[in-house]
């Protein structure tokens, strides 16, 4: 757990937590009083955490701008509106208010920033996985990593102003899935993502569920904003990204996903993330924690 102080109502973190927003499942998994993180005069707080393989964090929300950066290992983040995926080198923005679950797939360490709400404004106004540079990376753990002397009060206050202008305005990176308010096409999304590889067509989907093919696209395309090929291409792709960070061959990733060869696997793979899946499992750390 970690010792919060207030000096002149600014908030200095003497320790890290072990989990963001909760305590560890040891500890009776109750939710962790981040008042004072969320009041802070501060541009910017933040915390450190690791959370082992198959963890979960539930249903939660913070009343400030919140950025989850994971520099190993691999985190997904869930809304009411959809999915985000979190690889090494990224980190999801999350707007003041927005419920969220996490749920660890590869073990990880991670980052928690808490973003001052006036300054939330001038930061991307949507929910969004954006990339980290080498500078973000470095200030994200140098304000993580403050204890609470009062010399570093300067420079907190640098640092997160420094943070907010390296936030402005990021593209938002590919790694979102959508999710439908639809009950039905709800049941659909959610059978895919317990078995990615699944080959049932669009109309088998509508089969089952008693409709016409066209209503079928129709619902799902209304509910996702996209094709039913597109997100299941999308689901099947970002999935792929935790068996390609447990290590496993890329050949057995591909025909996991759904895919019939090595070949179109990476070539998809490429098309949606920009590099090969043998570039992406450079960033997989040799050991995880």
């Not at 009060?153 to 990176?173: F, K, S, T």
């Not at 569920?209 to 997100?231: E, I, Q």
């Not at 025909?255 to 450079?282: I, V």
């Amino acid at each position: 757990m970690s010792i919060y102080i207030k000096i002149d109502n600014y908030l200095f973190i003497l320790d890290k937590i072990d989990h963001m927003g909760f305590f560890s499942s040891e500890d009776g998994g109750h939710a962790l009083d981040l008042s004072m993180a969320e009041t802070s005069r501060l541009p910017v707080t933040g915390v450190t955490m690791r959370y082992p393989q198959g963890h979960a964090v539930p249903m939660h929300q913070h009343c400030r701008g919140h950025l989850i950066y994971a520099d190993r290992g691999l985190l997904r983040v869930e809304t009411e509106t959809g999915q985000w995926l979190v690889p090494p080198t990224s980190a999801v923005w999350l707007l003041p208010g927005v419920a969220h679950r996490l749920f660890v797939p590869v073990a990880l360490r991670a980052h928690g920033l808490f973003v001052r709400e006036d300054l939330c404004a001038t930061l991307p106004e949507s929910d969004r996985v954006v990339q980290v540079s080498g500078l973000a990376r470095e200030i994200i753990v140098s304000l993580t990593g403050l204890d609470g002397r009062t010399e570093n009060l300067r420079r907190a206050h640098l640092l997160g102003e420094l943070l907010i202008e390296e936030l402005r305005a990021p593209p938002p990176l590919p790694f979102h899935l959508p999710w439908p308010r639809d009950a039905q096409m709800q049941a659909v999304c959610q059978a895919l993502i317990h078995d990615p590889g699944h080959d049932a067509t669009a109309e088998d989907w509508a089969d089952k569920l008693a409709m016409g093919g066209k209503t079928f696209h129709r619902r799902f395309l209304k509910g996702t904003g996209m094709s039913f090929g597109r997100w299941r291409q999308q689901l099947r792709l970002m999935s792929s990204l935790t068996l390609l960070m447990q290590g496993m061959p890329i050949i057995q990733v591909a025909l996991a996903s759904g895919y019939d060869s090595h070949s179109a696997y990476t070539t998809a793979f490429g098309k949606q993330f920009g590099h090969s899946p043998s570039a992406f499992m450079k960033h997989r750390p040799a050991a995880q924690t």
